[in-house]
């Protein structure tokens, strides 16, 4: 299972950014992927998984409303559209199989990280 993310970077608040998660065609067909971030200081946190059976999707409340998580199966992609960002929003951001369920889990495999950083 290989999972490449990109498209982190510098963005003021209210502003908006795209994350792209490149994966394998295994990992796109048989696992649920999503993305996950980790701020200085805090513990990583699961904020948005789309299943690969049916598309489903989940989000943390953090990020509900501002955030949208899609597939795109030719390109073998996985997007995190990030809108209306927040300081608080700054972290490192992972992909990485996920499970849902009371909150997102992770299931084993995971990409590199991309910085994210919002400020003015």
């Known amino acids: 299972v290989q999972l490449q993310a990109s498209g982190g970077g510098l963005v003021q608040p209210g502003g908006s950014l795209r994350l792209s998660c490149a994966a394998s065609r295994f990992a796109l067909d048989y696992y649920a992927i999503g993305w996950f971030r980790q701020a200085p200081g805090k513990e990583r946190e699961g904020i948005s998984c789309i299943l690969s059976s049916d598309g489903r999707t989940q989000y943390a409340d953090s990020v509900k409303g501002r955030f949208t998580i899609s597939r795109d199966n030719a390109k073998y992609t996985v997007y995190l559209q990030m809108n209306s960002l927040k300081p608080e929003d700054t972290a490192v951001y992972y992909c990485?199989?996920?499970?849902?369920?009371?909150?997102?889990?992770?299931?084993?495999?995971w990409g590199q990280g991309t910085q994210v950083t919002v400020s003015s």
């Open positions: 990485a199989t996920c499970g849902i369920g009371d909150t997102i889990y992770h299931t084993g495999y």
